[in-house]
């Protein structure tokens, strides 16, 4: 018999596997909307709580709603059985529902108490309500009853009872006097969850005549009131401090029951002296966080919403100085019926199955009863496709017409569950509900929800294809829910487009399209930043945006997290938040919000708010000494940017009022400072704060603190003395200012003495003055000198010594022994014997060499201007150099010493000469008279000989522009010679000559010059001659046609594009007309022919020193062989002489000669 118990069990829990896994894709939830047009069995919509207990004053209303189709009819019943709701004119059933509505306000309401129960019912089924207990508030009158005067000794713990009546629901208890005036209560005192009033020890004050319980019954607002307790507290013999133990609960245990999902409330109230301290655990575990509370001081734990792991030992301690007594709650739990899983509606299709579960949990466990159509199912009419399985009913191959609502009934000893569910069987073909076209819009990146939502009985099968084309199924990307909802993970740009979702089921197909598009997500690329900014400045945020092209996205600013201030300061712009004249109040977190229709964006960044600091405050004066004072404050508010140091200033109100000085300065972190004081000040302080902006106002003045007189702690400084005149000593010092002088009656004692000079001291006091005059002393005399101050109050310390001197007068003598050496012709070396001290008469400064040159040597006396020279040696020296001498001259010297009074009598004149050099260049080198071979030359001597001329050296060599043409001669001349003809010259030939000066030294600078002989016609007709000869001709003509020839090939190639030599010269050199070639590289640039830079064997010049150029370089005899003339671009003769040329010369340097046919003829000789 076990076995076969065992075997069914086996296979019903397989048959419901299966037929869960079948028929679970019928539990749809189904629209209202499509609901409307099909048959449905009634559905309670709304129903009155279990308990209901009314207010005998109002009307009772019992709810019960339902819908179905056809629309439900109603029907109620009482205590078990019909309630004939018509045949009572005092109770109203709304119209369209089964809402009673019971008039009390004549009758006896408690006719009206028992258990209601409300039937719905249509074609299709019945469904029952929950079970309604209808009770009335009751709050009854306090028994009659006398209390007597309770008497308690002090320290003994005392339990006043209130014992209310019972209501229903309970009233609420609170202890009050006579005068309606709660008492107070606390550790000591305290009311238990009954209603009692508890004392852990009594105190002498808790005895009155009118302890009062109050019970306030809630739903009929009355207020009960127990005669007064009257209690005197006797001190006759009293107790003394004792351990605590337990007035409730009683003994060591005690047990208490909790139902799951309810509070549990536990209490401990203990007495003891001194009043005992009440504390909690749970044995092997701790009190649940978040659902634990504790009230009543500590005598009441709370657990709310209590779970079965709440189950256990709970200990309350009661502790004081004297012991501690525990008492231990054992606390369980039970639950009544609650819902693990209600059973639900179905739709079912002819033939389909379903399962219909009631999973309900419970302590003890619950009893499951089902019904169908409100009648127990064992009572029901047979049905061989129903199968009952404790808390399963398998319906297997339903068929129209049998619908029905089926109830399951859990209960236990604590309550019950009643829930109903519908079967509706049905034979509808698909509808797609999702409205058609619709448009989803998504972020890329973000899940994508496209909504296939359908009915139809048998449930339709979903397919989804997108473009018409691809069929989708379930993947990594995709995900076909089994509402229809096709779901994208994450979308992307290629995701979007035009999706078909098709509903497919026995009875027909429907499909809808739906369009899917993906967006670029929207980002803050430029987010604000942190800014810090002065106050009455502008800050501003920048928030760019990103997003994409088909949304509009808004922005806006929050400020912590709220609206900005309605302020026209602030400026928003389309991408810029900016505040103007920023003030303290605008400081604090700003916030860009940019939002689209699908997603937003936001960043937020700080502004500080920074300003000078506050002035400190409550500026104090401590530890007051005579030289010194502690000044302490208050700071005042930093503005955000920390105080970097306090600056402290004074005001002397005796000697400078007005006038605030800087005393001393302390970081920023310090908020007093000892100050160091001087005597016969009457100080004021203030005090300034500094931060990163700058400097606060300052504080307002200290009290005044005067300091006592004084004797000056210090002696006037930059003593000195300095005579004025040779017979006076002038001693000075910079005075006292009155913080310094520690007193009144403050004067100068000035001493004095000469140094090395045994005498005593002299001495002078004055006042109000800074110097002091000593005359009728010797000159420039050393001299110690004091300076001291005093007061009325004493002497200032010893002064220092300073040596000062009597005044200078000029020096009594010149230096003697003076001596020359010359080293060459411009350098010469004074020596003499420095004067002695004596005759200084002052501070040494130094000696004065006056020089003059004379005369040269080669010169008379008074042909020349003379010129005097100085120069000055500082220090005392005795040896100095002269530069810049001329050669072969005479010259005298004289030296003075020099103080600083002036100069001193000059030293014996001392006359020297220098030694000769090279000479000057001649003064003139001239060339006259010449002729086809000789030329004359002239000159005239040097204008500084600087030495005695021992005569003249020429050379001279043929040269033409760029190179010399012959031998380089040299002839010498007699000083006297100035003369010289040149023989044997060629003629038409350019020379050049230098001529030089020389001395014993050797020759100066030359003299250059150049000349050409005359021509030599003779020639020039021999020329002519052979000009006329008919081979020259010929020979002539040959060379035009050539180059004729030549010309035209130039042309063909240029009109080719083709480049040929004055093509690439025009193209390297764009204007040739201004710019001479080099002789190095062909380039172009300036040519110099400065006569000190070229080397005698140089290239050839005109004699002015130009270099004349008429017609262009680029003329094709530059290019041809051998041509030295130059010809038109047509092949003509121009018929200008150019000079002999070389391939390596200038192009286009002309010779100074005149042009002439003869000439460019015979080039081509």
């Known amino acids: 018999m076990d076995g076969k118990r065992t075997w069914v069990a086996t296979f019903s829990t397989v048959l419901l596997i299966f037929l869960s896994q079948e028929t679970s894709a019928l539990e749809v939830p189904l629209d209202p909307k499509v609901l409307e047009g099909l048959p449905q069995p009634p559905t309670i919509t709304l129903q009155s709580p279990k308990d209901y207990i009314f207010d005998p004053r109002e009307n009772i209303v019992i709810h019960c709603e339902a819908k179905g189709k056809p629309h439900p009819g109603f029907s109620w019943t009482r205590n078990g059985t019909h309630f004939d709701v018509e045949s009572d004119s005092k109770v109203l059933m709304k119209p369209g529902s089964g809402t009673l509505v019971i008039d009390i306000s004549e009758g006896k309401a408690e006719a009206y108490e028992g258990t209601y129960q409300c039937i719905v019912h249509n074609e299709h089924g019945t469904a029952l309500s929950n079970k309604v207990v209808i009770r009335q508030s009751r709050s009854p009158l306090w028994t009659k009853e006398r209390n007597e005067v309770i008497q308690v000794q002090t320290g003994d713990f005392l339990v006043l009872h209130c014992r209310p009546p019972a209501g229903l629901p309970p009233p609420d208890i609170v202890w009050m006097d006579s005068n309606f005036q709660r008492l107070p209560l606390d550790s000591r005192v305290s009311q238990a969850l009954n209603g009692d009033l508890y004392f852990s020890n009594v105190l002498p004050e808790d005895s009155r005549p009118d302890y009062i319980c109050y019970a306030r019954f809630p739903h009929t607002q009355t207020i009960q009131q127990k005669q007064p307790i009257s209690v ?43 009043t005992p301290n009440i504390t909690w655990q749970k044995d092997g575990g701790e009190l649940p966080s978040g659902r634990t509370k504790f009230h009543n001081f500590q005598k009441t734990l709370q657990i709310h919403d209590v779970t079965e792991a709440d189950a256990g030992d709970y200990r309350c301690k009661a502790t ?4 501690v007594a525990q008492h231990v709650i054992e606390v369980t739990v039970k639950a009544a019926p609650f819902w693990i899983g209600a059973p639900r509606n179905l739709i079912l299709a002819p033939n389909e199955t379903g399962i219909l579960t009631c999973r309900v949990g419970g302590e003890p466990k ?124 994450v979308a992307q740009p290629l995701n979007s487009g035009k999706y078909t979702c098709i509903a497919t089921n026995n009875l027909g197909i429907r499909e809808n399209h739906v369009y899917l598009e993906v967006k670029e997500p929207t980002r803050i690329l430029t987010p604000p930043e942190y800014k810090v900014v002065q106050r009455g400045m502008s800050a501003s945020f920048d928030c760019k945006v990103k997003h994409d092209p088909s949304l509009v996205p808004t922005m806006s600013w929050l400020k912590d997290n709220g609206e900005l201030p309605d302020d026209e300061r602030f400026v928003v712009g389309e991408d810029r938040l900016t505040i103007r004249d920023v003030t303290d109040g605008d400081q604090g977190t700003y916030t860009c919000i940019t939002n689209t229709t699908l997603d937003q964006d936001s960043a937020s960044a700080m502004l500080t708010v920074v300003a000078k600091p506050d002035p400190p405050i409550g500026l104090e004066l401590a530890d007051q000494m005579e030289r010194s004072v502690q000044l302490s404050w208050t700071p005042g508010d930093e503005h955000n940017s920390p105080t970097q140091k306090f600056l402290i200033q004074y005001e002397d109100l005796l000697h400078q009022p007005g006038v605030w000085l800087n005393l001393t300065e302390v970081e920023g972190s310090i908020t007093k400072a000892q100050l160091n004081l001087s ?34 702690d210090e002696n006037p400084r930059n003593v000195e003395g300095v005579g004025k005149t040779a017979d006076n000593l002038v001693i000075s010092w910079t005075p006292l200012t009155g913080f310094q002088s520690n007193g009144p009656g403050l004067v100068y004692k000035v001493q004095w003495r000469q140094k090395d000079v045994d005498e005593d001291w002299s001495s002078e006091s004055i006042a109000n003055v800074s110097h002091f005059v000593v005359s009728g002393i010797p000159t420039y005399v050393p001299y110690e000198i004091k300076v001291q101050a005093l007061n009325d109050y004493g002497n200032g310390p010893e002064p220092e010594v300073v040596i000062g001197y009597s005044g200078e007068d000029l020096p009594l003598s010149g230096p003697d022994n003076v001596q020359v050496m010359v080293h060459n012709s411009t350098l ?31 010169e ?47 030293s014996q004149t001392k006359t020297f000469e220098t030694l000769e050099g090279v000479p000057g260049p001649p003064s003139f080198l001239n060339v006259i008279n010449p002729t086809l071979d000789s030329l004359t ?40 010679e100035t003369t010289i003809i040149l023989e044997n010259l060629n003629s038409s030939m350019l020379y050049k000559f230098h001529l030089t000066a020389q001395t014993i030294k050797g020759s100066g600078p030359a003299r250059v010059e150049e000349a050409i002989t005359v021509m030599d016609t ?8 052979i000009a006329t000869q008919g081979w020259f001709i010929g020979l002539m003509c040959v060379i035009a046609l050539l180059i004729l020839v030549l010309l035209i090939v130039c042309f063909i190639k240029r009109n080719k594009g083709g480049k040929y030599p004055v093509k690439e010269k025009e193209d390297a050199h764009q204007d040739p007309e201004i710019q001479p070639m080099k002789e190095d590289d062909g380039t172009f640039g300036e040519y110099s022919d400065t006569e000190d830079h070229k080397p005698l064997k140089g290239s050839r010049t005109p004699s002015n020193g130009t270099v004349r150029r008429d017609e262009s370089d680029d003329s094709l005899v530059d290019y041809g062989e051998g041509g030295d003339g130059q010809f038109n671009e047509d092949g003509s003769f121009i018929g200008q002489y150019s000079g002999k040329k070389e391939k390596d010369t200038h192009e286009g340097n002309e010779s100074s000669e005149a042009p002439s046919p003869v000439n460019a003829m015979n080039s081509f000789v």
Request: glycine share 8%; net charge positive; aromatic share 10%.
């Open 1018 to 1025: 003779t020639v020039l007709s021999r020329q002519v001659d």
């Open 828 to 858: 010469a070396e004074v020596h003499w014997e420095p004067v002695s001290p004596s005759s200084v008469r002052g501070k040494l400064l130094g000696y004065k060499v006056y020089y003059q040159r004379e005369r040269g040597l080669h």
């Open 366 to 489: 619950p009893k499951i009863s089902w019904f169908v159509n409100s009648v127990p199912i064992d009572n029901a009419p047979k049905d061989r496709s129903r199968k009952v399985d404790d808390d399963t009913v398998i319906l297997s191959h339903v068929q129209s017409g049998s619908s029905a609502v089926y109830q399951c009934n859990a209960s236990n000893e604590f309550g019950y569950v009643l829930a109903n569910a519908f079967v509706s069987v049905l034979a509808e073909p698909p509808r797609v509900l999702t409205p058609p076209n619709r448009v989803y819009q998504v972020i890329t990146n973000n899940p994508a929800l496209l909504h296939c939502a359908s009915f139809g009985s048998p449930i339709p099968t979903i397919t989804w294809f997108k473009d018409m084309q691809t069929s989708i199924k379930n993947g990594d990307h995709y995900v076909i829910h089994e509402n229809g909802t096709l779901e994208i993970h």
């Open 232 to 274: 005197t507290v006797l001190n006759n013999s009293p107790r003394g401090e004792h351990r605590p133990s337990f007035m409730t609960p009683l003994g060591a245990t005690s047990t208490k029951m909790a139902l799951r999902g309810e509070t549990l409330v536990l209490e401990c109230i203990a007495e003891g002296l001194p």
């Open 679 to 712: 005597p016969y000040i009457y100080y004021s302080f203030r005090v300034f704060a500094v931060n990163q902006v700058g400097y606060s106002e300052p504080s307002q003045p200290s009290s005044q603190y005067r300091t006592n007189p004084a004797a000056p």
């Open 320 to 323: 004081n100085s004297l012991g």
């Open 937 to 976: 030359l002239k000159w005239g001597p040097p204008k500084e000989n600087n030495g005695r001329l021992i005569g003249y050296t020429l050379t001279y060599q043929p040269v033409n522009s760029t190179s010399v043409l012959g031998p380089l001669q040299t002839k010498n001349f007699l000083a006297n």
């Open 860 to 906: 008379a006396e008074g042909e020349v201007t003379k010129e005097e020279h100085t120069l000055t040696f500082s220090g005392n020296r005795s040896d100095g150099r002269l530069p810049g001498l001329r050669p072969y001259s005479l010259y005298s010297l004289s030296i003075r010493a020099l103080n600083s009074k002036g100069e001193g009598p000059t």
